[in-house]
């Protein structure tokens, strides 16, 4: 999650990762993973709400929900 508040410090894409999201080759790179691995540690936030996907060709690109973040930050502020 840390990586993708970042996505310019990604390898630069055929399209702005601030727009469409890193893709998860570049996620896997970094990760030092196999693609299936990185495919489903991303999966995962995907299904809590914590990352979006837009795929492009063969390839997804993913970004942080920050709206879904910031409201989580929010609550776990107003609980604790």
Not at 31 to 55: E, N
Not at 58 to 76: C, I, M, P, S, V
Request: charged share 20%.
């Amino acid at each position: 999650m840390r990586w993708l508040r970042d996505p310019g410090s990604f390898p630069p894409q055929d399209r702005p990762a601030e727009e469409a999201g890193v893709c998860l080759k570049h996620i896997q790179a970094r990760a030092g993973v196999s693609q299936s691995t990185a495919s489903q540690y991303m999966s995962v936030l995907q299904r809590a709400g914590l990352v979006t996907s837009t795929r492009i060709g063969q390839w997804t690109h993913y970004k942080r929900n920050d709206a879904l973040l910031r409201r989580l930050g929010e609550q776990l502020a107003n609980e604790l």
